[in-house]
T-cell receptor, first 115, second 115 residues
């Protein structure tokens, strides 16, 4: 299957700082990428859809000013958690579908801990 | 409102026997159903999918069955191996207005295969 990478794999930051997470599709181009969040022992919740060349679309209840998404190229999307607080601590995972496919390939995830 | 449900949070099976993981959904508009396997602190790995117009799809040891009238699908793993021990997520996808397949995940079932 297709390969999606994420960086960093884990990050610890102080409250009030911003954290950027990168998601790359390594062997295919992705006009769309997705960002998910997983709480401990919970399901994956879709946060937003990242669209190359246009604005991201956010799911209900997700603050777009808090979670900034940029899809700069066909292989890179970034999620920036701005002014992070302890309640933002979570496991963030990105995914990308191959063009016109219904299958999403997931990155390895980023564990964020805000102190 | 949980549109995709996995009612069994955990399942233990003896090595070599069949593992059956179940998933129920409420929305008859889903186009595809997928199963992902996930290890702790890693992204989900795609296992197998099924189109809503089919009732069975098989790939090696993995078979997915879809019962549309009951809005139920199941993943059969046979024979089960210790390496299959992981959390299994069921996902349902539907095209949104922008032509993108979006997923809704179930809450996951932790499978433990005993040697």
């Amino acid at each position: 299957g297709a390969v999606v990478s994420q960086h960093p794999s884990r990050v610890i930051c102080k409250s009030g700082t911003s954290v950027k997470i990168e998601c790359r599709s390594l062997d295919f181009q992705a006009t769309t990428m997705f960002w998910y969040r997983q709480f401990p022992k919970k399901s994956l919740m879709l946060m937003a859809t990242s669209n190359e060349g246009s604005k991201a679309t956010y799911e209900q209840g997700v603050e777009k000013d808090k979670f900034l998404i940029n899809h700069a190229s066909l292989t890179l999307s970034t999620l920036t958690v701005t002014s992070a607080h302890p309640e933002d601590s979570s496991f963030y995972i990105c995914s990308a579908p191959e063009l016109a496919m219904h299958i999403q390939y997931f990155g390895p995830g980023t564990r964020l801990l805000v102190l | 409102d949980q549109q995709v449900k996995q009612n069994s949070p955990s399942l233990s099976v003896q090595e070599g026997r069949i593992s059956i993981l179940n998933c129920d959904y409420t929305n008859s508009m889903f186009d595809y159903f997928l199963w992902y396997k996930k290890y702790p602190a890693e992204g989900p790995t795609f296992l197998i999918s099924i189109s809503s117009i089919k009732d069975k799809n098989e790939d090696g040891r993995f078979t997915v069955f879809l019962n549309k009238s009951a809005k139920h699908l199941s993943l059969h793993i046979v024979p089960s191996q210790p390496g299959d021990s992981a959390v299994y997520f069921c996902a349902a996808s539907a095209l949104d207005t922008s032509g993108t397949y979006k997923y809704i995940f179930g809450t996951g079932t932790r499978l433990k295969v005993l040697a």
